[in-house]
């Protein structure tokens, strides 16, 4: 088992989020999909959220960001219940072979201006 935590400010990305090649670089088409239908300040929050998710994932994978694993291809969706679900694909996969991982759970939480992820990997 593996474990990873990242925390940041809401707001934190702001400026990289208006820049078409981050959030190409760093979102799965589903989150950016996701975040695009909700209110543009909730949008922020949503990939703030998923953003450190990633950056606790890359832990968990034993690299960082900018470290050969793609922040999209760790997509971070949601179960039917709701609860945060991690899909590796690509250079996400090929770490967690790597690293012994055959499976990730997140746990994201925002609390005012902060936002925190925990990820295990089993």
Request: hydrophobic share 50%; glycine share 10%.
């Amino acid at each position: 088992m593996r474990l990873g935590i990242d925390l940041l400010t809401r707001h934190e990305l702001d400026g990289l989020l208006t820049r078409r090649w981050f959030r190409r670089f760093a979102f799965a088409d589903a989150e950016l999909a996701h975040a695009e239908s909700l209110a543009a300040e909730r949008g922020a929050e949503f990939l703030a959220g998923r953003f450190a998710a990633k950056e606790a994932v890359l832990k968990v994978l034993g690299t960082g960001l900018f470290q050969g694993v793609v922040p999209s291809h760790i997509a971070v969706t949601r179960d039917p219940s709701g609860a945060p679900a991690v899909l590796l694909r690509d250079s996400a996969c090929t770490a967690a072979d790597a690293a012994g991982i055959s499976r990730v759970t997140v746990s994201i939480t925002h609390k005012g201006e902060l936002v925190a992820a925990v990820a295990v990997g089993w």
